[in-house]
């Protein structure tokens, strides 16, 4: 008997699956690099930082008695108000019956760890909630909060200046400078003229045939800025000295010398996995659990730039 394509229907597969499982692309996590996190907070879940302020100056005279000032003192108080989760559970009849059982439940451990530093990169990022929305937040007379400056608020390399003009004045050192700014900021950077056009601006050559960022890092420093991208800044819809974001997010500069750090934290339970084998619901149930908390310990060393992305 001969075989062809017409009569051998049954011994023909019309549909094969692969042996490995499809996997979403995770994209960098970098935030918790910019927390000062404590180690000397053993238990409950309040912490309180004593704080001085500066000594004052006065006009003295001859044979006059010195004025004498008490020092201004203050607390910050930092709370654990973090309890997170992540669980799942597989029946016995499914590890049974499922063809890929052992590679979906050895991915299990892995994927509720990276949804639970999501979750606390996500939380970082926005601690820009802790300045005053829709107010320009001035520091010795610089404002910290403010919309991007170019057409539609989009990102212009005037507000990386402008953001270290803010720190400088804020008496943060230019040491160090980060900028965490929106893939959106990076393509707008990527299309300006003065940069496309190298002739006109021999610095940003090379930019126009590779990008200006590699991975989540631009290949050039702005303004002494090492800049990064991230998918994980607050969004922002908010008015600030009359001009208007209605579609944007919070793209953050500051220092990360590691004495000014902006952020300060601390894990009261790293994430922490358990699991069992529930007998009543015939089933291995996974769980990674933490607690933690993070705050805006330094608002003299953020800067949030607030830039439109519907442009792009």
């Known amino acids: 008997m001969a075989f062809e394509t017409g009569n051998i229907g049954h011994l023909t597969r019309s549909e094969i699956w692969s042996s490995q499982l499809k996997e979403v692309l995770e994209d960098e996590l970098q935030a918790t690099t910019y927390v000062n996190?404590?180690?000397?907070?053993p238990d409950g879940d309040q912490f309180t930082i004593p704080s001085i302020g500066q000594a004052q100056e006065d006009d003295y005279s001859e044979n006059e008695a010195v004025k004498y000032r008490a020092m201004d003192t203050g607390e910050f108080t930092f709370t654990i108000d973090k309890y997170k989760s992540s669980g799942h559970y597989i029946t016995n009849?499914?590890?049974?019956d499922g063809f890929y059982m052992?590679?979906?439940?050895?991915?299990?451990?892995?994927?509720q760890a990276r949804a639970i530093m999501v979750g606390a990169e996500t939380a970082i990022m926005g601690l820009e909630s802790q300045q005053t929305a829709s107010d320009l937040n001035n520091i010795n007379g610089?404002?910290?909060?403010?919309?991007?400056?170019?057409?539609?608020?989009?990102?212009?390399?005037?507000?990386?200046?402008?953001a270290r003009?803010?720190?400088?004045?804020?008496?943060?050192?230019d040491t160090n400078l980060v900028a965490i700014v929106d893939p959106s900021v990076e393509y707008t950077l990527n299309t300006l003229t003065n940069i496309s056009n190298v002739s006109n601006n021999p610095m940003w050559e090379g930019i126009v045939s590779t990008g200006i960022?590699?991975?989540?890092?631009?290949?050039?420093?702005?303004?002494?800025?090492?800049?990064?991208?991230?998918?994980?800044?607050?969004?922002?819809?908010?008015?600030?000295?009359?001009v208007t974001t209605a579609a944007g997010k919070a793209n953050l500069f500051f220092s990360a010398a590691s004495d000014i750090l902006p952020f300060v934290g601390a894990w009261r339970q790293m994430p922490q996995v358990d699991s069992e084998y529930n007998k009543d619901f015939q089933r291995d149930e996974y769980v990674t659990t933490a607690r933690y908390g993070v705050k805006l310990y330094r608002p003299e060393n953020l800067v949030c730039v607030l830039s439109d992305t519907d442009q792009v």
């Open 37 to 41: 996190w404590l180690s000397e907070f």
């Open 93 to 96: 009849k499914a590890k049974q």
């Open 102 to 111: 052992n590679q979906l439940v050895s991915s299990f451990v892995p994927k």
């Open 142 to 162: 610089a404002p910290h909060r403010f919309v991007a400056s170019g057409t539609n608020e989009v990102f212009t390399v005037n507000d990386f200046a402008k």
């Open 165 to 173: 003009y803010s720190l400088k004045k804020a008496n943060v050192p």
């Open 213 to 242: 960022a590699t991975g989540m890092k631009f290949v050039k420093n702005v303004y002494g800025f090492d800049v990064y991208t991230s998918n994980y800044l607050a969004d922002a819809n908010e008015t600030v000295d009359s």
